[in-house]
T-cell receptor, first 112, second 112 residues
Framework: RKEVEQDPGPFNVPEGATVAFNCTYSNSASQSFFWYRQDCRKEPKLLMSVYSSGNEDGRFTAQLNRASQYISLLIRDSKLSDSATYLCVVNMLSSNTGKLIFGQGTTLQVKP | DGGITQSPKYLFRKEGQNVTLSCEQNLNHDAMYWYRQDPGQGLRLIYYSQIVNDFQKGDIAEGYSVSREKKESFPLTVTSAQKNPTAFYLC???????????FGSGTQLSVL
């Protein structure tokens, strides 16, 4: 089992739709979680951190479910500009090869 | 403006050649990282450094070498021992090893 798993998609949605991605992680001791956005052949950029109580930033909502070991990202009122790959990142404290583990990413395509 | 700079943007390697990718940051960050990204895959950690003159292997260090002689600089050498070097290479930095990552714009390395 991969340490961090994401559905690669692509998720094809119309403008204005609500879409949600999940990301599962294997290490129950993981302490911090992030969502990054990556455009094609560009560097990833931090979208938002994920806090235990859940957090919202405009149209984006991130949630953490420690019992089931997954985090989620909800995008409301999708825009064409939201088309990108969304990377889930988990801080695996038990890892001895670096602390942050990336999922393979979920691709979102928003259509007119 | 503070940031992290990678160069070159594109690099071509001949058979048996070593090539060096540059990464410079003026964010005063302690930790620096090198990741490799292959098409459709997440980022994999090559090497990371938490402090000057110290660095650790990541998950895929074979065929690569690094140095950290200055806080600002973390160059990556892709040696001839790396048999499949074609990939997108990303350098990142963070305030601490658990912190949020700031990425450079990446280097696309291809084999001639």
């Amino acid at each position: 089992r991969k340490e961090v798993e994401q559905d690669p998609g692509p998720f094809n949605v119309p403008e204005g739709a609500t879409v949600a991605f999940n990301c599962t992680y294997s290490n129950s001791a993981s302490q911090s979680f992030f969502w990054y956005r990556q455009d094609c052949r560009k560097e990833p950029k931090l979208l938002m951190s994920v806090y235990s109580s859940g957090n919202e930033d405009g149209r984006f909502t991130a949630q953490l479910n420690r019992a089931s070991q997954y985090i989620s990202l909800l995008i409301r009122d999708s825009k064409l500009s939201d088309s990108a790959t969304y990377l889930c990142v988990v801080n695996m404290l038990s890892s001895n090869t670096g602390k942050l583990i990336f999922g393979q990413g979920t691709t979102l395509q928003v259509k007119p | 403006d503070g940031g992290i700079t990678q160069s070159p943007k594109y690099l071509f390697r001949k058979e048996g050649q070593n090539v060096t990718l540059s990464c410079e940051q003026n964010l005063n960050h302690d930790a620096m990282y090198w990741y490799r990204q292959d098409p459709g895959q997440g980022l994999r950690l090559i090497y990371y450094s938490q402090i000057v003159n110290d660095f650790q292997k990541g998950d895929i260090a074979e065929g690569y070498s690094v140095s950290r002689e200055k806080k600002e600089s973390f160059p990556l050498t892709v040696t001839s021992a790396q048999k499949n070097p074609t990939a997108f290479y990303l350098c990142a930095s963070s305030i601490s090893e658990y912190g949020k990552l700031f990425f450079g714009s990446g280097t696309q390395l291809s084999v001639l």
